[in-house]
Each structure stands twice: as structure tokens, then as C-alpha cells.
């Protein structure tokens, strides 16, 4: 069962308390003159009055709520629980985050890349620690100063008054920027001038895993940027696929499209395939079998590999575009016509109108404006002295 002071880190995350000189905290829920219930609302005020003591804040955030009341020493209960509540973080928020934020890269490779591996040397820049002072921004003999304005907390707290609501937000220090401590000028590090990190310059070698894919994650542990007292960061490489010349990837499934001659789709061909391996791949469409245009086949097992089990493979597509002869001969549409059957007349009853077509191309299609000069109408009817439609208008 949560205590009142955990329940509190629940309920809001800045401190709001009611009334000018600060001794209690209002809470509408509890407040007895609203029916709430009075030991609870002790229970609230004595959170906030803890908080709003400095000394007692002090050994709250190092022992708990035993330590408060026992007036020192450590107890059960971690200090974030009621400093959350009413400063708008965790008790132990000044011990910063527990590793550095990761460093982000987009790693462009290609296709062959994916297919067959590849480990790529790549020279990085980050923030590491200080090789002179190890990481204290302070030269050998020099002195670290406690931040006067936030007393080495690394946060201020900054009061606001609305009516009569007082409202306490906690903010970095903006004196020592976070750091909880302050450097003279002649005390700070001659390398790193007291930012206690200094640039540094890796060559990493990252391995690129057969079957990736674009949107695959690669992560360096610990190679990323450090800063005092915190883990190193990591450096993760995002990986992103170049397209390809000849091959498109949908999962672990290739497709490649291939043009072939109309002789060829009528009377079967022999083909190779350079794959992304450099094996040659042959494959043979036998006499009499007739490839339509834009015909799919499959051939199974030489698509990507499999990541994690590069051993098993998807499959490669190839659709078949068929190339058609820009004219015939004569002679060509004669034995065209003996080995296929000429084409049979169509049936023409005299009736029909003849027109004409030209070869266009599909972007055309629904372009054509369907609007008529109207005008042009009309002054051709009025030259018989009547308006539009043959009507004359005669006016009363």
C-alpha cells in the first residue's frame, strides 16, 4: 500500500500550496473545511512541510522519510517519491541521468552491402573526459568552489505567487549550469578550460549483418559521448538502403524486370543473371512456351538472405517486358502471317465511317477540354435574323 508522501508524487509534479506564509499545502480533497479527512491532511501538510525546510529536505533526499524523522541516517523508501511531488522531478534527479543520450548516425550502404555483408571503418567525433583532470575541470593545486546560488544542488528552486497560490518550479541552475560547483578562471583545466571534456576522434569498424534491411539499428556500447559521474553514451548507426540498378527489395523477396525481344517471348530464349554476389545465374524458357508482356516468375531461394540465418533465402521475381518491333517488312509480315494464321478480316456492311488513330501516350488521357464557343453559335443563327435556337423574340 502507498504511503500519502508516494501518493503525492502521483498526483501533480509541482509543489502548489495554499495560503501566504507557506505553512501548509492546499488540497482541495483533503482540506477538512471540505470535508476531507483531517489525519490525511496532517499527513499532507507534514510532507510539504519537509520540503519546504531546507535541513530537513537535506536529509530527506539522503534518507527518506526515517531519516526526517529520526533526524538523520538512512531509512526505507527512496527520496524521489515526495520530491517529486511538489519540485516537478525525483529526489535523486541531481545525480543526472543514468547513461548519456545516444549518438545518432544514418548509415548509407547498398544493396550488395545487405546481401553480403560488409564492415564499414567509420572515424566518429565525441565528448570524452578530460585526460588532464580526469574529468573535474580543475588544474592540479586548483579549487572547486560549491555553486553559491544553488549550494551544489545543481537546480534552484523559483517561487511564483497567483492569487493566493504560491508555486514552486524547479529549473537548472543557471549559474553553474547544472554542474552543482563553480571554477575560478585560474583554477580551470589548461585542456578542456574547465568543461572537464575534450573532442576525441575514433575510427570504429561497424558490421554490417547479411539480410539487413533500411531502418535496422547498429549499436556501439559505451562509444558514444561521456560526461562526469555518468555512463558513456552509445553510438547507434541506422541503417539505409541505396537503391539499386537493377534489383528492388520488398523483404526478403528481390524482383528485377527484364525486356525480351517479341521473338524471343514466342519462341523461348536462354537468359543469365548477374546477382548481387557476382554468381551468374542461367535460366531457360523452353521453345513453344509463350511469355506474355509484363508475365512474373519466380525463381525460389535467390532472394535476400534471412537475417540472423543468412543460410536461408527469400525468392527472386522477374517480370518480363517485351520489347515489340518499331515496324515489319513485307517479307517479315508474310511469314509472320504463314506461321501464325493471317488475320481474319473484319466484316464491313458499307455503313460504317471510317476514322483515324495516332499512337499517344497514357499522360493524355482525360486531358482533352470539353467546352464550346457558344458565341460562335449564335452569331451564326442570327445571320437569319433569329436568336438562339430559331426562336424570334418580339418585344412588348
Request: hydrophobic share 30%.
Amino acid at each position: 500500500m502507498p504511503t500519502v508522501w508516494e501518493r503525492e508524487k502521483e498526483k501533480e509534479k509541482e509543489s502548489t500550496i495554499c495560503s501566504s506564509d507557506g505553512a501548509a499545502r492546499c488540497d482541495a480533497e483533503h482540506h477538512p473545511d471540505r470535508g476531507g479527512d483531517p489525519e490525511q491532511f496532517k499527513l499532507i501538510s507534514e510532507a510539504y512541510e519537509t520540503l519546504s525546510d531546507e535541513e530537513k529536505r537535506k536529509r530527506y533526499d539522503e534518507g527518506g522519510k526515517e531519516a526526517v524523522e529520526n533526524g538523520g541516517g538512512g531509512g526505507a523508501g527512496g527520496p524521489e517519491d515526495v520530491f517529486s511531488a511538489f519540485f516537478g522531478g525525483g529526489g535523486r534527479r541531481d545525480a543526472g541521468p543514468k547513461q548519456v543520450a545516444p549518438m545518432k548516425h544514418v548509415l548509407r550502404v547498398g544493396l550488395e552491402d545487405l546481401y553480403n555483408g560488409k564492415t564499414s571503418r567509420l572515424a566518429i567525433t565525441r565528448d570524452r573526459k578530460c585526460g588532464t583532470c580526469n574529468g573535474s575541470g580543475v588544474r592540479k593545486g586548483g579549487v572547486v568552489r560549491t555553486c553559491g546560488t544553488c549550494n551544489g544542488r545543481k537546480v534552484v528552486v523559483r517561487v511564483r505567487q497567483i492569487g493566493p497560490m504560491i508555486q514552486q518550479v524547479r529549473t537548472v541552475c543557471p549559474d553553474c549550469n547544472g554542474t552543482g560547483v563553480q571554477i575560478r578562471e585560474g583554477d580551470r583545466c589548461p585542456d578542456c578550460k574547465g568543461k572537464k571534456l575534450t573532442k576525441d576522434r575514433k575510427v570504429l569498424e561497424v558490421y554490417v549483418e547479411k539480410g539487413m534491411k533500411s531502418g535496422d539499428k547498429i549499436v556501439m556500447r559505451g562509444e558514444g559521448n561521456e560526461e562526469p559521474d555518468v555512463a558513456p553514451g552509445d553510438i547507434v548507426f541506422v541503417v539505409e538502403q541505396r537503391e539499386h540498378d537493377v534489383f528492388k527489395r520488398k523483404g526478403a523477396d528481390l524482383l528485377m524486370v527484364k525486356k525480351i525481344s517479341l521473338s524471343q517471348a514466342l519462341c523461348g530464349f536462354t537468359e543469365t543473371i548477374t546477382h548481387l554476389d557476382d554468381r551468374v545465374l542461367t535460366y531457360t524458357v523452353a521453345p513453344g512456351s509463350v511469355i506474355k508482356d509484363q508475365s512474373l516468375m519466380r525463381i525460389e531461394g535467390e532472394g535476400m538472405p534471412i537475417k540472423g540465418d543468412p543460410l536461408q533465402k527469400g525468392n527472386l521475381f522477374i517480370v518480363f517486358k517485351i520489347v515489340f518491333p518499331e515496324s515489319l517488312s513485307p517479307d517479315q509480315v508474310e511469314r509472320i502471317a504463314a506461321a501464325l494464321g493471317a488475320p481474319e478480316p473484319a466484316t464491313l456492311t458499307g455503313d460504317e465511317e471510317e476514322v483515324f488513330m495516332e499512337e499517344v501516350e497514357i499522360e493524355q488521357f482525360g486531358q482533352t477540354k470539353a467546352s464550346i464557343n457558344r458565341s460562335e453559335h449564335y452569331d451564326e443563327d442570327d445571320e437569319d435574323g433569329q436568336g438562339p435556337g430559331g426562336v424570334q423574340c418580339q418585344q412588348m
